[in-house]
């Protein structure tokens, strides 16, 4: 059914009038223009499309948009929005990408493990971002590069 969806979008009022059991991964690409949130699997298993939701890192390829209604949503491109955050710093840092395809949805997820776990170990990283999938075999440099974020201020836009 169609209607008019409202939530915080990147720290700013966003309205959206569509189907309600569009996904959220398209209205934010398609209807919104932030093209960070990448089309992966669209079965939510890749991470491709991981954005934060009131501080959990939700998929955004199963996720009705009408579940966000009322609440905090934050892309790739709501992390950065003064410079480089921590984690992307770390990242561009620790050349923790090729392609850069998972990146966002790495970086996202990663940045909701700092939100509950401030000093994570490498194990306790590399268990959170298992079902982030990199074809590019970057799983190490990433590692490191949010074990060099963790401690840093986490800011970003909730």
Not at 59 to 86: F, N, W, Y
Not at 123 to 134: K, V, Y
Request: proline letters at 5%; hydrophobic letters at 35%.
């Amino acid at each position: 059914m169609e209607r008019t969806i409202s939530f915080t979008l990147n720290g700013k009022p966003a309205s959206v009038k569509v189907d309600d059991e569009r996904t959220l991964l398209w209205v934010l690409r398609s209807d919104l223009g932030l093209t960070g949130t990448k089309f992966g699997c669209g079965e939510g298993l890749c991470g491709a499309c991981t954005v934060i939701v009131n501080k959990q890192a939700v998929r955004s390829c199963s996720t009705p948009v009408k579940d966000v209604a009322g609440k905090q949503v934050m892309t790739i491109e709501g992390l950065g929005q003064t410079g480089l955050h921590a984690i992307q710093a770390a990242f561009v840092k620790h050349h923790a990408f090729q392609c850069g395809y998972c990146t966002p949805g790495m970086i996202l997820n990663a940045y909701a493990l700092l939100l509950k776990t401030p000093r994570p170990t490498p194990d306790q990283i590399a268990r959170h971002l298992e079902d982030n999938l990199c074809r590019c075999g970057a799983h190490p440099r990433i590692v490191d590069a949010v074990r060099e974020a963790s401690g840093a201020p986490l800011g970003g836009v909730e």
